[in-house]
């Protein structure tokens, strides 16, 4: 099938606290994972990705942990600042075609100053 | 600035009309993708060209149409506007397939 997940779809974390965001695709044919954040009113913005040959992948305040077995990737964010505050997006291409972009609903993301 | 320009920044039309939005990826990116965002909706992928050829189609409408030409720029053709299409239109390039893709500003379409 051609379905991206992602959980929650709205979070809402306190200043400083972390917030984790799984992505959940029901089969792949790539060995790219990315996420994207979508602030209001612009475009989207690719602030992490990873590849399936490594299982973790850290940038600053932001990683992601890749588990292909079990299909998930997820995006970790540790202390949030309100400037985090916006949509992100994961992104899986289906199996039957490597060519094709299947983005996940998106998570709302509110950080509580 | 993620070096992927559209224009025009935003259009307003009505029903029945034809439109063509235009996309130029970044220096060296050979992929184009389309992408369709509705109000509070994600991104639906519409197409993708690949060096001028198309290489995958998403739920693009048979009234869309697009094109990747020989310098890499890309066109959106929507043609027999109905209120439903309106929406942002993204265009995003990447190096090649599997690899991070980087969108433009976006084209705000409206249709009356």
């Known amino acids: 099938g051609e379905n991206v997940e992602q959980h929650p779809s709205t979070l809402s974390v306190q200043e400083g606290d972390s917030a984790v965001i799984k992505c959940t695709y029901s089969d792949s044919a790539s060995n790219y994972f990315p996420w994207y954040k979508q602030e209001l009113g612009k475009r989207p913005q690719l602030i992490i990705d990873?590849?399936?040959?490594?299982g973790e992948k850290k940038d600053q305040r932001i990683a992601v942990t890749l588990n292909k077995t079990a299909k998930h990737f997820s995006l970790h964010i540790t202390e949030t600042q309100p400037e985090d505050s916006a949509v992100y997006f994961c992104?899986?291409?289906?199996?039957?075609?490597?060519?094709?972009?299947?983005f996940g609903p998106g998570t709302s993301l509110s950080v509580i100053p | 600035d993620s070096g992927v320009t559209q224009t025009p920044k935003h259009l307003i039309t009505a029903t029945g009309q034809r439109v063509t939005l235009r996309c130029s990826p970044r220096?060296?990116?050979?992929?184009v993708y389309w992408y369709q965002q509705s109000l509070d909706q994600g991104l639906q992928f519409l197409i993708q060209y690949y060096n001028g050829e198309e290489r995958a189609k998403g739920n693009i409408l048979e009234r869309f149409s697009a094109q990747q030409f020989p310098d890499l720029h890309s066109e959106l053709n929507l043609s027999s506007l109905e209120l439903g299409d309106s929406a942002l239109y993204f265009c995003?390039?990447?190096?090649?397939?599997?690899?991070?893709?980087?969108f433009g500003p976006g084209t705000r379409l409206t249709v009356l």
């Open positions: 995003a390039s990447s190096v090649g397939r599997g690899m991070a893709q980087y």
């Open positions: 990873i590849r399936s040959n490594v």
């Open positions: 220096s060296g990116d050979l992929s």
């Open positions: 992104a899986a291409p289906p199996k039957t075609s490597y060519d094709k972009v299947i």
